[in-house]
């Protein structure tokens, strides 16, 4: 304000369109701050790339087309987005180079500095790839996005976001400039890989499906994953099994960081909420997934309405919390038939240790599909068939104990793999 009074209007220019005649110093001013934010992003950046070690390459790597200018990754929390795009700059550009630059966009200065403004300097300077980390903490991120697509042409912005965003729904322009991946957590490959560095081959359904026995020569030619599956199981999704934390406890507060965050913050739900919304997932955790969903029973439970479970069910599915299973004829705007938690390792965390080995199986084959392909309860059958991409009709169990059928695939994880149509439960963990 002293400034604005002491230099107006004699030391003043127009910027133009929403600004009225501001002093030039005011905007040599705005100017040496950017430049020396971006110095000062370059050097924290540097420091990351420098502290950190590259690590396993996710196959999700391979799979982005790194010429589009607008590339999102959406993932739930804790399953390594941050590493992902700072092994992206340490795999595509130099230390130190002026090119690249990852952003946290926790940072305090941006609540002063426009990032469209930030990035026309980082443009300037030489500035080609801007990877932007916590977007949701940045209340203007969608309209900035577009305001540097259309302005800078010479600039890639990489994004992540929570498992929750819908761009479609939020933003439908963007939308359509944007190209958004999911990235997951460790597949049962990927965690072998870390294990021992051997080399693994990425299989497509149709491998594991039609051409099994192929396949499982491949893969047998140089280990067996089955002597993984147990330490997958408890705790081998997310990456910071890596870390000296105990992986109880980094789970136990990505999980709440999820419930906290990810739904009451970007969800826009009111924080009286969060008791309910943990007390469901409990519920649900200790109850037999092969069971019917009962929302009414789940709303007397929580003390809340029917539609309110439903929502909440749908919000923990978008933030890959539980997995919904719908019947095959059913239409995901509809209740489900049946919640399994999102992945394996929750099962551990919410007191299932004892967990049925059955129930843990299927949590692992849904979860492991969830990248690119559907599983539904089959309209033909029990609660005990599957339908995979409406093609596949399967039957996933621990062991063969009832009568064999040759109208269904079995997935297995003991007993009898020689028949025609049975395939061993660890070979879903290649899917990715």
């Not at 009709?393 to 994880?413: F, K, M």
């Amino acid at each position: 304000w002293y400034l604005r009074q002491a230099f107006a209007p004699t030391h003043s220019k127009s910027i133009g369109g929403d600004y009225p005649e501001v002093p030039l110093l005011l905007i040599l001013i705005e100017e040496e701050r950017v430049l020396d934010l971006v110095d000062y992003l370059h050097r924290t950046h540097n420091a990351l790339i420098k502290q950190g070690k590259p690590g396993l390459q996710r196959a999700l790597m391979e799979e982005i087309d790194w010429n589009d200018r607008i590339i999102g990754i959406r993932g739930s929390r804790g399953v390594g987005k941050t590493t992902f795009l700072l092994d992206y700059a340490r795999r595509y550009y130099a230390p130190n180079a002026p090119e690249c630059l990852y952003i946290n966009l926790n940072q305090f200065s941006f609540t002063v500095t426009r990032l469209a403004d930030f990035a026309g300097e980082f443009v300037r300077q030489g500035g080609r790839t801007l990877l932007l980390d916590q977007v949701f903490k940045y209340p203007d991120w969608m309209a900035e996005f577009k305001e540097c697509y259309y302005k800078y042409p010479e600039l890639r912005i990489v994004f992540t976001a929570s498992a929750v965003m819908n761009l479609e729904e939020e933003d439908p322009e963007l939308a359509s400039l944007a190209s958004v991946y999911h990235l997951a957590g460790f597949s049962l490959r990927e965690f072998i890989q870390l294990d021992n560095g051997l080399t693994l081959p990425v299989l497509s359904l149709e491998d594991i499906m039609e051409r099994t026995d192929e396949v499982l020569g491949d893969v047998f030619s140089s280990i067996n994953p089955g002597l993984w599956m147990d330490r997958y199981l408890e705790y081998g999704y997310y990456p910071f099994h890596l870390e000296p934390r105990l992986y109880s406890e980094n789970l136990l507060k990505t999980l709440n960081m999820t419930l906290e965050v990810d739904l009451l913050f970007i969800k826009q739900l009111e924080q009286r909420l969060l008791h309910k919304l943990r007390k469901l997932i409990f519920i649900l955790a200790q109850r037999p997934a092969l069971q019917m969903l009962n929302v009414s029973q789940l709303a007397t439970e929580i003390e809340t309405s029917r539609s309110t479970v439903m929502n909440y069910i749908r919000y923990l599915s978008d933030a890959r919390v539980l997995r919904s299973i719908y019947r095959a004829e059913d239409t995901e705007s509809g209740k489900p038939a049946i919640a399994y938690l999102g992945n394996p390792n929750l099962y551990h965390l919410l007191g299932q240790e004892a967990c049925d080995r059955a129930e843990l199986l299927r949590t692992f084959v849904f979860n492991q599909l969830s990248k690119g392909h559907d599983a539904r309860l089959s309209a033909r059958s029990s609660l005990a068939l599957f339908e995979i991409d409406g093609k596949y009709p399967v039957q996933i169990e621990e062991e063969l104990t009832g009568r064999y059928r040759s109208d269904r695939y079995y997935i297995l994880e003991q007993g009898d793999l020689s028949r025609e149509k049975t395939i061993p439960v660890w070979l879903f963990g290649f899917l990715y």
